[in-house]
């Protein structure tokens, strides 16, 4: 086995690449994966009996109590011991197939209650997707063991021949193992060409079977994510609430940070202004001319606040984006970037509000990170669009080394485009260059 190192394309740490020197089809019947794969079709058959029994019986022990009050309380405990053995699948699938499923969607009662419980228990997919579950995977783990058991001990039985064939003259009373047979004619595989070349089928045999076990694990594989495993919807229900989170969490931040500058900032200078006012009136008759430079100071100080309020202006919402459009916006951002900045938009026309609005603050904060940490010389923003795709891109000539999952600034950004359905992809390797590469959601700008 040979080992190369290379370098990641994210943080210029180096990776360790593996190369066997043995194929893959000869490695397969004695890796891990192999074995862990084929103890699951063997483990299959037994729980897929306790599974459709269990479903079977409580399913219709509930069916014959309908016409009691006892047949809808048992009918959901049947499916809740569903639900609780595709937790058991999930786990063994996680296990020994190495598959990722997420659990699928939590009961959802509006009340407390044994009979909310019934009800939510009746009304979920989940409980349904794991009786089927339960029902069709018996008749596959059948098949896919006896197929399984068959190839493998066929495999190495035959493969190892030459070693043991040794067996019928001593114990049995025959040649070898018997190929053919009737009453007047029998063919023993006893001759070393024969055991070669039976041999040699045992080998085809068990260079083929791996691969014929991950086919049949591949099914068990759709069957768990698919009956299992959340559906589309509730996963898009979880994306959405995740997102609608991060969407007030985003807001009320804002909100707070635009309170704190008003505070600090022109607030602050509006009461000193007062104050100034006050003291310049006082001294309008004794010593005009210190009224006077009192008034001055003052003068100076509103258009001091006049610039701080137009800079919270811009930060909450630009006036020449809503005038003027991303292109404009992005390119007054750029000239207020430490380091000269290419702006090239090419979009066919406006994006919704909202969207560019999204756009614009995305760009003005990565072009904020160019100018504290990057020390680039130069940078470029380019803004397109791909079918229903906003693209951004962002690129610098800086010492590289931003990283999405540590927490910083990026990470936030990352979030926030998420909530909008966007994407956030940073390749910024130690020694630089930077590209950051943003991807938002296309609505024209009537939607």
């Not at 394309?9 to 084929?38: D, I, K, M, N």
């Not at 001294?283 to 509103?302: F, I, Q, S, Y």
């Not at 750029?334 to 938009?345: D, I, L, M, N, Y």
Request: overall charge negative.
């Amino acid at each position: 086995m040979a080992t190369d190192y290379g370098y990641d394309s994210g943080l210029g740490f180096p990776e360790t690449v593996r190369r066997h020197r043995v194929p893959a089809g000869l490695r397969a019947p004695f890796e891990g994966r192999t074995w862990r794969e084929f103890g699951y079709v063997l483990l299959s058959l037994p729980i897929s009996i306790v599974m459709f029994t269990y479903a079977v019986t409580m399913i219709s022990l509930g069916a014959g109590l309908l016409v009691t009050f006892l047949g809808i309380p048992v009918f959901a405990a049947g499916l809740a011991g569903c639900r609780g053995l595709g937790a058991l699948e999930r786990a063994r699938a996680r296990a020994l197939l190495g598959l990722e499923v997420g659990d699928p969607e939590p009961l959802r009662m509006r009340k407390s209650g044994f009979m909310a419980w019934i009800g939510a228990v009746l009304k979920s997919g989940t409980s349904w997707r794991t009786l089927l579950y339960s029902v069709v995977h018996l008749p596959w783990a059948i098949f896919s063991f006896a197929v399984a058991v068959n190839f493998w001990v066929y495999g190495w039985a035959l493969l190892t021949y030459p070693l043991w064939f040794w067996v019928f003259p001593a114990y049995v009373g025959q040649d070898g193992l018997q190929l053919y047979g009737d009453e007047t004619h029998h063919i023993y595989l006893n001759n070393p060409f024969e055991i070669g070349v039976t041999a040699l089928v045992g080998l085809l045999f068990t260079l083929a079977t791996p691969w014929i076990v991950r086919a049949l694990t591949t099914v068990d594989r759709v069957m768990v994510h698919g009956l299992l495993g959340p559906t589309r919807l509730s996963a898009r229900v979880v994306e959405l609430e995740s997102d609608r989170g991060v969407v007030v969490d985003t807001a009320a931040a804002d909100l707070r940070r635009i309170e704190r500058d008003l505070h600090d900032g022109a607030q602050a200078r509006l009461v000193a202004l007062a104050m100034d006012l006050g003291l310049a009136k006082e001294k309008l008759t004794e010593d005009p001319a210190a009224a006077a430079r009192m008034v001055d100071e003052a003068h100076g100080e509103v258009k001091t606040a006049l610039q701080e309020l137009r800079d919270l202006a811009r930060g909450i919402h630009p006036a020449v984006l809503t005038d003027r459009g991303l292109d404009a916006a992005l390119s007054s951002v750029a000239s207020r970037c430490t380091v000269p900045v290419q702006v090239e938009v090419d979009l066919p026309a406006r994006p919704a509000p909202a969207i560019e609005g999204i756009a614009y603050f995305t760009v003005s904060e990565l072009l904020q990170n160019i100018s504290k940490h990057s020390r680039a010389t130069f940078a470029a923003v380019d803004v397109w669009r791909v079918e229903n795709r906003l693209m951004l891109q962002v690129v610098d000539n800086g010492v590289g080394g931003a990283d999405v999952s540590s927490g910083s600034g990026l990470t936030g950004l990352a979030e926030r485009l998420d909530a909008v359905d966007g994407i956030l992809v940073v390749d910024s390797p130690v020694g630089g260059p930077t590209r950051v590469t943003a991807e938002l959601p296309w609505r024209g700008e009537g939607v």
